[in-house]
């Protein structure tokens, strides 16, 4: 999916872009980062302009000052040019507001005045604020019928709290003009993933119950909670990854073939598979999730402190920076493959990888003690290093080994497959495709509500039984209890690239 000529292979969508948010952490070290390097590639109109919109002081000058150190910081030094970064400067306002009044979007009105090119208007603010901005918009005649929204998910911590959100945006929105990004799909790696299953019979033919045996997806992260105490204790590592990008991953290898790559017959499909995940109930919670929080150990080489105390901890607080499950989805493709999940943070490593197990062979002949070898593996990395691997098995080479097998991989490394090309980071394929209204990467209204529907009944359960999360130092794998989970299958975490 990656180009010679331009790494996204697009043309130059003119747009107006409303940046609410435009001092935080999101913008600053993920947005304006993409959004250079898009104008670098060329692929911004020359008229679109972006208005950066947040509650401090401050002028066009201090704002572009601010944007600059950012870049400096979040782009490599060989990618900043000075013609493409004064380009860039160029495009950029600023407009202090307070976003809970509406007397101030006044001057947004006055920024749109006469322009005919679309707006988006990205949130790059909690979610309580979605529905009084989208409103005030409104009320302000900023608005027009093609403007469109993004917003950033969690959205909402349950069902009734999402839906109260989704309310809110959907009475000034369409759904057809509101793009809910989870940044997992921008990734090239997702991309591709719906390239392998759907555009190679080799893989197409194979995917199901009748030859893989089960799914493993890790998300691992080697920080702490990195000052987001406050959100991070309310939300747990089940709201905060679990909820949307484990299960987003779980669609895209579950789901059935969509009739073509429309957004919708693509959603559709995804929808199908959170309406199919088995529920937890019983015994079945107790057996098939693990729940963990790190205790003091070391990271990096360096000693760091457990959960508990960190700065501004509650020192009784349960909330689980680990979760470990075995789960299933009901229906006739994938009845009896079981998905094992495992997120959580201080693990050893940063890891995100997919590994696909595929059933051995009915009949084995070579040597018996290796037959624990003869399954073959693909293995889909997301990152640090994106790519993907098949392990396949083959002749030991040497007169003295006989028929002996050795594992190995057919690895496409992105990096060294594509040298000429740099890979696009997941936001700037996401904002270039909400620039262009497309919507097939962003996740629907139902998409949100079925995935909350499965975690808050998990939730539930948890509250039910009233049991602390498992210890685990900082610096391992999670607690010892999610090895006993995978192992009691005859399994183990693969963790080898």
Not at 3 to 31: C, M, V, W, Y
Not at 132 to 139: A, K
Not at 363 to 377: E, M, T
Not at 488 to 493: C, E, K, L, T
């Amino acid at each position: 999916m990656t180009h010679e000529t331009s790494p996204l292979n697009a043309s130059q969508p003119d747009i107006d872009l409303a940046l609410f948010g435009a001092l935080g952490d999101l913008a600053l070290r993920k947005l304006y980062p993409a959004l250079y390097q898009l104008d670098r590639e060329g692929l911004l109109a020359e008229s679109t302009r972006i208005l950066g919109l947040a509650r401090q002081d401050g002028d066009n000058e201090a704002f572009r000052g601010k944007v600059a150190d950012a870049l400096k910081k979040h782009v490599q030094s060989g990618e900043q040019d000075q013609d493409s970064l004064e380009r860039f400067m160029n495009r950029l306002e600023y407009l202090k507001l307070d976003f809970s009044s509406v007397e101030g979007y006044e001057a947004i009105r006055q920024w749109r005045q006469g322009a005919r090119r679309p707006m988006t208007v990205y949130l790059a603010v909690p979610a309580s604020l979605y529905g009084p901005i989208c409103r005030h918009l409104e009320d302000s005649g900023s608005l027009d019928d093609d403007t469109r929204v993004v917003v950033e998910k969690p959205i909402g911590h349950d069902l009734a709290s999402s839906r109260e959100i989704n309310d809110a945006i959907g009475e000034v929105f369409p759904e057809s003009r509101i793009y809910r990004i989870d940044h997992y799909l921008g990734k090239e790696t997702v991309q591709n993933l719906i390239a392998l299953r759907f555009a190679n019979p080799l893989f197409g033919t194979q995917w199901n119950q009748n030859h893989i045996s089960h799914v493993e997806i890790t998300v691992a992260e080697q920080v702490g909670i990195e000052g987001r105490w406050g959100y991070f204790d309310q939300a747990g590592q089940l709201r905060d990854m679990v909820q949307n990008h484990l299960l987003q991953l779980v669609c895209l290898i579950a789901m059935d073939p969509p009739a073509n790559l429309d957004a919708d017959a693509i959603r559709d499909e995804k929808v199908k598979v959170l309406k199919a995940l088995k529920p937890f109930t019983g015994d079945d919670l107790d057996r098939n999730v693990v729940r963990g929080q790190y205790t003091a150990g070391t990271s990096g080489g360096k000693s760091v402190p457990g959960y508990l105390e960190e700065e501004g901890a509650n020192k009784e607080s349960r909330t689980e920076t680990f979760v470990a499950m075995k789960t299933e989805v009901a229906n006739w493709r994938w009845a009896g493959v079981p998905f094992y999940l495992r997120t959580g943070k201080r693990m050893p490593e940063k890891l995100s990888q997919i590994v696909i197990h595929f059933r051995q062979q009915p009949h084995y002949i070579f040597d018996p003690d290796q037959r624990g070898l003869a399954a073959n593996k693909l293995i889909i990395r997301l990152q640090p290093e994106e790519g993907i691997a098949l392990q396949v098995l083959t002749k030991d080479s040497g007169l003295d080994k006989g028929m002996r097998l050795r594992p190995g991989p057919l690895h496409l490394d992105f990096n060294s497959a594509f040298p000429k090309s740099r890979i696009p980071d997941a936001y700037e394929r996401l904002l270039l495709e909400v620039m262009k209204g497309h919507q097939y990467l962003f996740v629907r209204r139902d998409e949100v509500e079925y995935a909350w529907h499965w975690i808050d009944q998990l939730i539930a359960g948890w509250e039910a039984r009233d049991t602390p999360p498992r210890r685990y130092p900082a610096g391992s794998w999670g607690p010892v209890a999610s090895i006993a989970m995978i192992t009691q299958d005859g399994r183990s975490w693969y963790e080898d690239y």
